[in-house]
């Protein structure tokens, strides 16, 4: 549990987001063809990440919630829907044939059954969900522990950051993905989320399989997960900054 001063300082940085995101939203098209307002971005980025990471311990715990708390309606945001042929039939089927791959720079690739995730090493969480638009929800998060799946796999030294490859598809930029670094892939909050409110999770909020990273805002929260891939670098991935957001003027790290 946080204390006042987390607190506060999360709310603060809460509402800052909030401001700049409704920016973004209002006029993201012009202000990301700004060299000069792209460099603003990237430098503000690498301040909030060096000021909460210097306030912060790597194993300080976003503030989780009671029972009682949990909201009565949670916005499913992004993608609600995947339109890809297998997707849509592993749903079907409850997706007992659809598998996680793991790969890159790690010393054993791996596939996954959802089965199978459901009996690593778990953690259940209630927990604030704060989207950049603005609005806020808390929910209830079950998922196998990011940093044990890892150990298993066995990350080689240069990998730096894991990227989350997803199903999902916005507009004409291709499959949405994010990234995060190993500080957060081994928090113990971030999780592989496969069940929401004590139900198997929903198609809306990214069945069978989500990231929780909860120390940060909403769009680092990748839906329909398929594929976690360990990396040195993005640099020459896609846009090059780490996320499908990003590649759009976002910030990379969107710590709260």
């Known amino acids: 549990m946080a204390?006042?001063?987390g607190l506060t300082r999360?709310?603060?940085?809460?509402?800052?987001?909030?401001?700049?995101?409704?920016?973004?939203?209002?006029?993201?098209?012009?202000?990301?063809?700004?060299?000069?307002?792209?460099?603003m971005l990237y430098k503000a980025e690498g301040a909030t990440q060096r000021v909460q990471r210097l306030v912060l311990s790597e194993r300080s715990l976003a503030r989780e919630y009671s029972e009682a708390e949990l909201s009565k309606h949670f916005k499913a945001n992004g993608s609600t829907n995947v339109s890809d042929p297998a997707y849509q039939q592993a749903a079907q089927n409850g997706f007992a044939d659809w598998r996680l791959e793991i790969d890159g720079l790690v010393a054993r690739p791996t596939s996954l059954s959802l089965d199978e995730l459901r009996k690593l090493p778990a953690r259940t969480q209630i927990t604030r969900h704060d989207c950049v638009e603005g609005w806020s929800a808390i929910g209830k998060w079950t998922g196998a522990q990011l940093g044990p799946l890892l150990q298993?796999?066995?990350?080689?030294?240069?990998?730096?950051?894991?990227?989350?490859?997803?199903?999902d598809t916005l507009g004409l930029s291709g499959k949405y993905y994010e990234s995060i670094d190993l500080i957060d892939a081994f928090?113990?909050?971030?999780?592989?989320?496969?069940?929401?409110?004590?139900a198997a999770l929903p198609v809306p909020h990214g069945a069978p399989l989500r990231l929780r990273v909860e120390r940060q805002l909403g769009y680092k929260h990748a839906k329909y997960v398929e594929r976690i891939e360990a990396v040195s670098s993005f640099a020459m991935l896609r846009g090059g900054r780490g996320g499908f957001w990003e590649d759009l003027g976002y910030e990379w790290y969107a710590g709260i």
Do not use: W
């Not at 700049?20 to 060299?35: I, N, W």
């Not at 796999?153 to 240069?158: H, I, S």
């Not at 928090?187 to 004590?198: E, F, K, S, V």
């Open 152 to 167: 298993s796999v066995g990350l080689k030294p240069e990998a730096r950051y894991l990227v989350f490859h997803c199903t």
């Open 3 to 5: 204390n006042e001063r």
């Open 187 to 198: 928090h113990p909050q971030t999780i592989l989320a496969y069940d929401m409110n004590g």
């Open 10 to 39: 999360r709310g603060f940085l809460i509402r800052g987001a909030a401001v700049g995101g409704a920016a973004l939203l209002g006029g993201c098209d012009q202000l990301s063809q700004s060299p000069s307002f792209r460099e």
